[in-house]
């Protein structure tokens, strides 16, 4: 992630500047496949309150399906993939969806080369336009 958004690990880890959070503030359980969904229940109980208080929040950068799916809404692509590509139009609304980083989402990146040479730059421009 600190790679995607060329962050420094100094900047990346600054809870004065960024601050990190799960979707489900709780672990739902392994699944067969790596873990379960997030619980519906636990992100509409304490993200509201972490907005509270992170009230000067210039960029939400949602990774992952969930976060696109509790964030955007109706706004968001049909697919996780439609959502990413399309995300220079979610930066006006405060947010930048990208998929998961994770090692299983490998496929996912061999099969999408466009993610690093036209999202990617998107997204640190964004970050850069910060002055983190």
């Given at each position: 992630?600190?790679?995607?958004?060329?962050l420094t690990s100094t900047q990346f880890y600054d809870p004065?500047?960024?601050?990190?959070?799960?979707?489900?503030?709780?672990?739902?359980?392994?699944?067969?496949?790596?873990?379960?969904?997030?619980?519906?229940?636990?992100?509409?109980?304490?993200?509201?309150?972490?907005?509270?208080?992170?009230?000067?929040?210039?960029?939400?950068?949602?990774?992952?399906?969930?976060?696109?799916?509790?964030?955007?809404?109706?706004?968001?692509?049909?697919?996780?993939?439609?959502?990413?590509?399309?995300?220079?139009?979610y930066l006006p609304l405060g947010y930048l969806p990208l998929?998961?980083?994770?090692?299983?989402?490998?496929?996912?990146?061999?099969?999408?080369?466009?993610?690093?040479?036209?999202?990617?730059?998107?997204?640190?421009?964004?970050?850069?336009?910060?002055?983190?």
């Amino acid at each position: 992630m600190r790679r995607w958004l060329d962050l420094t690990s100094t900047q990346f880890y600054d809870p004065s500047t960024v601050a990190l959070t799960s979707m489900g503030f709780c672990y739902p359980g392994k699944a067969r496949s790596g873990d379960k969904p997030p619980q519906r229940e636990c992100a509409s109980r304490w993200h509201p309150a972490l907005e509270d208080h992170l009230p000067n929040i210039a960029l939400t950068v949602l990774v992952g399906q969930y976060a696109h799916a509790h964030y955007l809404r109706q706004d968001r692509r049909t697919t996780l993939t439609d959502t990413v590509r399309a995300a220079e139009d979610y930066l006006p609304l405060g947010y930048l969806p990208l998929p998961h980083p994770s090692p299983r989402n490998q496929p996912w990146l061999s099969k999408n080369p466009w993610f690093e040479e036209e999202v990617l730059p998107i997204a640190q421009a964004a970050v850069r336009a910060l002055h983190l």
